[in-house]
């Protein structure tokens, strides 16, 4: 678990910062864990001043570390943010995140009776799945900061599952994360899974990095 405050007093910035992160592991055996994260953060500025926020103090969501079933930073509120439709979620980050993630890690033992070559391979491979869920509100932007309610953030919660493949590396499990949504906020026509075809390539999100996603 962290908790880290920020509070920037000067000519240029003025603002304060709070982010929560709570990880918990639970081993299932000796080759399966279960893993949960939980992450809530909150920027309180005046916008109506002349201050700024740095952009790496932004919010965002969506990408490999965050809600997978989305693009990096693609995902954001529609009632509190200007949307994606010029790249406004590229450029311009949130106030508020709520987002956690649950999964199953399966790695898988030596096998008996192979070649240990092969052997060795087999066993440094592992298979997840997971769940994602959240949203990133109140775009630092005027007319927007601060116009998203607590009900708009419960509604707001976008869900999404897959499933990975990792292989373990000398630095860290190389994985590769493929995943869809369960539930989209955004769409305002086909928000549930059962509404589209979960499949899709438009749906559907690959994410491909280094070390374990939390």
């Known amino acids: ?13 003025n603002f304060r910062r709070l982010l929560f992160t709570y990880y918990q592991f639970f081993l299932v055996g000796s080759i399966s864990t279960f ?14 001043s002349s201050y700024y926020i740095p952009f790496e103090r932004h919010f965002f969501a969506g990408g ?9 930073r693609a995902l954001s509120d529609i009632n509190s943010s200007q949307g994606n439709t010029i790249g406004y979620n590229n450029l311009l980050g949130n ?4 987002e956690g993630s649950f999964e ?39 007319g927007k900061y601060g116009s998203a309610s607590f009900s ?10 897959g499933f990975g493949i990792r292989r373990e590396t000398p630095v860290g499990p190389i994985r590769i994360d493929i995943a869809t949504q369960l539930y989209d ?13 979960p499949f ?15």
């Open 95 to 98: 106030a508020t995140i709520i």
């Open 104 to 142: 199953y890690r399966y790695r898988f033992s030596r096998p008996r009776g192979m070649n240990s070559t092969l052997a060795d391979q087999i066993q440094e491979l592992g298979v997840t799945f997971f769940v994602d869920w959240g949203n990133a509100f109140n775009q630092l932007i005027g």
């Open 185 to 197: 906020p955004t769409s305002a026509t086909n928000p549930w899974i059962t509404s589209r075809s």
């Open 200 to 214: 899709s390539t438009d749906n559907l999100q690959l994410h491909i990095g280094l070390g374990h996603a939390f």
């Open 152 to 161: 708009d953030m419960i509604k707001g919660l976008a869900v999404g599952f």
């Open 1 to 13: 678990m962290s908790l880290s405050s920020e509070f920037a007093l000067g000519k240029l910035y």
């Open 35 to 48: 893993a949960l994260k939980v992450r809530l953060g909150n920027i309180w500025i005046n916008l109506d």
């Open 64 to 72: 490999a570390n965050s809600v997978r079933s989305y693009s990096s």
